[in-house]
């Protein structure tokens, strides 16, 4: 439950982000570098808890 909760949290993260990257651009500050920064950070822990859950999942018991 803990890494679901993590998933979604992270998910909120990347909206809050991105609409504080576009906030800042309409007051003219231009730091592009530092928003990219953010967004792919939330984005690389985003990934990370995917593959910790895939990595979790029990293995089915049917064969192909």
């Known amino acids: 439950m803990y890494l679901y909760s993590s998933l979604v949290l992270f998910a909120f993260f990347v ?3 991105t609409q504080l990257a576009v ?4 007051q ?3 730091d592009f570098v530092w928003h990219c ?3 792919f950070l939330d984005g690389f822990h985003i990934f990370k808890l995917i ?3 895939l990595a979790n999942r029990k293995p089915s ?4």
Do not use: F, P, Q
């Not at 906030?23 to 309409?26: A, F, M, N, V």
């Not at 018991?61 to 192909?64: E, I, V, Y």
């Open 15 to 17: 909206l809050y982000d």
């Open 23 to 26: 906030e800042k651009r309409t």
């Open 37 to 39: 920064v953010t967004l």
């Open 61 to 64: 018991l049917t064969s192909a």
């Open 28 to 30: 003219g500050k231009m």
């Open 51 to 53: 593959l910790i859950l």
